[in-house]
């Protein structure tokens, strides 16, 4: 059974909020095939450890406003790797040295990819061309 309807809804804010704190890269794998306790990996990357706490501060007030409150968080202090547990998403927002070296695309392949609105999958932080 593909990830609920609220489960996207929830990740597609939380990259919204991220892509707004120039988040990288950001994807969004339906991993409720895989495994019971969650529906979507949301993952993102920053450059630097402020950047990864901005990102994270942005998705837990947006997630907020939609009635969503993490059940866990880890990795907040050191501000390379940052995990947000949701329930139905999980948010993973890495330092992108650390995103390369864990791979979690590659860990995670098998699971499809959520397709993800324009203003909500990051870049590079450069301008966008008009």
Request: aromatic letters at 6%.
């Given at each position: 059974?593909?990830?609920?309807?609220?489960?996207?809804?929830?990740?597609?804010?939380?990259?919204?909020?991220a892509?707004?704190r120039?988040?990288?890269e950001?994807?969004?794998?339906?991993?409720?095939e895989q495994?019971?306790?969650?529906?979507?990996?949301?993952?993102a990357?920053?450059?630097?450890?402020?950047q990864?706490?901005?990102?994270?501060d942005?998705?837990?007030?947006?997630?907020?406003h939609?009635?969503?409150?993490?059940?866990?968080?880890?990795?907040?202090?050191?501000?390379?790797?940052?995990?947000?547990?949701?329930?139905?998403?999980?948010?993973?927002?890495?330092h992108?040295?650390?995103?390369?070296?864990?791979?979690?695309?590659?860990?995670?392949?098998?699971?499809?990819?959520?397709?993800?609105?324009?203003?909500?999958?990051?870049?590079?932080?450069?301008?966008?061309?008009?």
């Amino acid at each position: 059974m593909p990830a609920t309807e609220r489960a996207v809804e929830l990740a597609v804010a939380a990259a919204r909020a991220a892509s707004d704190r120039k988040a990288q890269e950001i994807i969004a794998l339906d991993v409720s095939e895989q495994l019971v306790l969650t529906d979507v990996f949301l993952i993102a990357s920053g450059t630097n450890e402020r950047q990864v706490g901005a990102i994270v501060d942005a998705v837990e007030e947006a997630l907020f406003h939609l009635g969503a409150k993490p059940v866990r968080r880890e990795g907040k202090a050191q501000g390379r790797w940052v995990l947000i547990d949701f329930g139905d998403v999980v948010v993973h927002v890495q330092h992108a040295e650390d995103r390369v070296y864990y791979a979690l695309e590659r860990l995670w392949k098998d699971c499809p990819l959520i397709e993800l609105p324009p203003d909500a999958r990051g870049g590079d932080g450069a301008a966008e061309d008009a």
